[in-house]
C-alpha cells in the first residue's frame, strides 16, 4: 500500500509556464498591411443563398463534420499553438479546408488538461471528465478522432445521490429523466427527489422556469452571482446544496455565490431545459490520454498536419509580409496564420503588441483548482458507475477500475471542483479525511484493504466563472490580422469544459479560413453554434 502525493511530474504538467524569451513587439503594426486583411465574411455574418439549413445542432444528433479535403490551387498555411483540445480541433478544422497546419505543443503529449499518466499498473486521469449529450461540438470532436464509441452516452439521466447528513445511515436519491417534453422530463424525478422537502422542490420548480426565461444574450446577467440570484427565488440553504451546486460545482467549478449568473444560466438552460436528452452524461471508458493524445494524433497525421511535441513557442511576430514568424527552440516557422490555443497567461505573454485593445485584461481572468483522490481498494466496494454525495466534503465519485487496466479490486477516484481549500493539503491529511468518508457513503470499504492512496491537484483546472468574467473573455478575432486565439477561457459563452474548448477552435479556425479564403462549409453548423 502507497501513500503518495502524485510526483511533481504533475504539476510540472500544469500550465503556468511562459515563453521563456523576451517578446519582441517592436514594428508590428507596420506590418499589418496584410492580404488577411480582407475578411471575406465575418462569423456568423451573412450566408450565402445556398447554404441554408438550421441555426442549431439538436442536442440529440451531433454534427458531424464530414471529412472532405479541398485541395486548393495555393496551399495556404497556418500554425497552431497549443495541443489541448482547442489546438487539436483547430488543426483538424484547418487541415480539413485543404490548409497545411503545424501544430506546436510544449509538453511530450497532446491533450492539455484532459490527460493520462502511468502509475504501475494503473493508467490514470489527471481528472475525471464527463460531458453532456448538449455538448454538440465535443461529440463532434469524438466522432471526427474515431472515439464516440469509447465515450458513450448515458441512455437517460440518471445520477444516483447519497446524502449521508442524517447519522442513521445513507439514503439515496436520483435525478433522472423522463421521456417527456421539458420541462415534464424532469418533473417525477424532483416531484421524488428525497433530499429536499416538499415546500421547496416546488420552489425549484418555479426557480427553473424563472432561469428558463432569463435572455442568455443580455449582459447583465454576468454581473450578477448566481447564488444571489437564486435566494432572490425562494431557493433554501439546503436547495443550493443538494440540487443547485450539486449540478453547478462539477460544472461551473465554483459554488453558486462565485458563480456568474450569465454561464449558470447558461448551463442550466443548456444541460436541463432545452431538451429532455440534453443533460444525459457521457464520460470515457478508456483513458482520456487514449482519445486526447493517440486517437487525436492519429487523426491529425492522418490529415497531413505536422505534429511537433516538445517545442515551445518563444514569440510570435509578424514578419513585414504579411505574414507571421513562430520562434521554437532551432527554429523559425513563417505561417499565413496563427491561432494561438494557449491558457490565457501564456497568451498574453505570446501576444504582440496592440493585437487586443487591452491585453491585461486576460490576466484578471481568474483561475480555479480541481482535486482528484484516487483510492484502489483490494475488492469491489461499488456498484455503480458513479454517484454523487451530500453531507460529506465527497462530492462526486467513479468507478475507474476497468478504464485504468486494473485486473484486480476496485480503484475508485473522487473528483473534487471548487477545492480552493484542499489544493495544498498533504496526501496525509486528504487520506486521513476522506477514508473514513469513503466508509460512510459505502460500507463495503470499512473491511477493504486500500492498496494504493494518491491525489492530482491541479491549481488552474478551469477560469474562475466569477461575476464580471464575461467582459474579460475575448474573441476568436484579434486586432492582428492573421493572429487569432482559441482556448476553453476565451468567448465561447460557456464554462471551462472540453466543449468550450472545442467552440473555440471552431470559432478560431472559422475566422482565419475566412481570412484565408478557405472554405468553410464543412464546419458552418459547428460556426452557428460557436458565434
Ligand atoms: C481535473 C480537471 C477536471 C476537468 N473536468 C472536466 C469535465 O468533467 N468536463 C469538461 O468538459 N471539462 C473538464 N475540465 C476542463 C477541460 O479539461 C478544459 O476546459 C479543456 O481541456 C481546456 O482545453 P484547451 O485546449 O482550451 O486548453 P489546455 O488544455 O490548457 O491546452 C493548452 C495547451 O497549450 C500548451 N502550451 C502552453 N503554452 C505553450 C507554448 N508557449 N508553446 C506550445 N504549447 C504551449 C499547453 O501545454 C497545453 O497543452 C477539467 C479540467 C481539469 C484539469
Known sequence: ??????????????????????????????????????????????????????????????????????????????????????????????????????????????GGLAFSFQRGVLTVDN????????????????????????????????????????????RLGRLRRDALPVPLHLGRSLATYPHLSLAERAKVGRAALALKALDLADPALDSE??????????QSARAVEALWDLVGVATLNAVAGDASLGLAAMVFKTGLLSEPGAADIGWARVPLGELHDRLARKALDSSGVRTELRTRVTSILPNGKGRWSVQVPGETLDAEAVVLAVPQREA???????????????????????????????????????????????????????????????????SQSAAQDEIDEPVSALRERYLPELERLLPGTRGAEVRDFFVTRERTATFAPTPGVGRLRPGARTKAPGLYLAGAWTATGWPATMESAVRSGVSA???????????????????????
Open 1 to 110: 500500500m502507497s501513500d503518495t502525493t502524485q510526483p511533481e511530474g504533475l504539476d510540472a504538467e500544469s500550465p503556468g509556464c511562459s515563453a521563456s524569451e523576451p517578446k519582441g513587439r517592436a514594428g508590428v503594426e507596420d506590418a499589418w498591411g496584410s492580404p488577411l486583411l480582407e475578411r471575406s465574411r465575418e462569423l456568423g455574418g451573412a450566408r450565402r443563398p445556398d447554404e441554408g439549413g438550421s441555426s442549431t445542432v439538436a442536442a440529440s444528433t451531433p454534427a458531424v463534420a464530414p471529412r472532405r479535403r479541398t485541395e486548393p490551387q495555393e496551399k495556404r498555411t497556418a500554425v497552431v499553438v497549443g495541443g489541448g483540445l482547442a489546438g487539436i480541433t483547430t488543426a483538424l478544422a484547418l487541415a480539413d479546408a485543404g490548409v497545411r497546419v503545424t501544430l506546436l505543443e510544449g509538453r511530450p503529449r497532446l
Open 509 to 531: 479556425a472559422g475566422a482565419a479560413l475566412s481570412a484565408l479564403g478557405r472554405p468553410r462549409d464543412h464546419l458552418f453548423e459547428l460556426f452557428e453554434e460557436a458565434a
Open 225 to 234: 452571482d448566481f447564488g444571489s440570484w437564486l435566494t432572490r427565488h425562494g
Open 348 to 414: 498574453h505573454d505570446l501576444l504582440p503588441e496592440g493585437a487586443l485593445d487591452a491585453p491585461e485584461r486576460l490576466l484578471e481572468i481568474g483561475t480555479a483548482p480541481i482535486l482528484n483522490i484516487h483510492v484502489v481498494y483490494d475488492r469491489k466496494v461499488l456498484k455503480r458507475p458513479f454517484f454523487a454525495a451530500l453531507g460529506t466534503p465527497v462530492q462526486w465519485v467513479f468507478d475507474r477500475t476497468e478504464a485504468s487496466g486494473l485486473s484486480e479490486g476496485q480503484y475508485l477516484a473522487l
Open 127 to 170: 481528472g475525471q471528465h464527463v460531458y453532456l449529450r448538449c455538448c454538440t461540438a465535443y461529440r463532434w470532436f469524438l466522432e471526427r478522432i474515431d472515439a464516440a464509441a469509447l465515450a458513450p452516452l448515458q441512455d437517460r439521466l440518471d445520477v444516483p445521490v447519497l446524502d449521508v447528513t442524517k447519522p442513521a445511515g445513507g
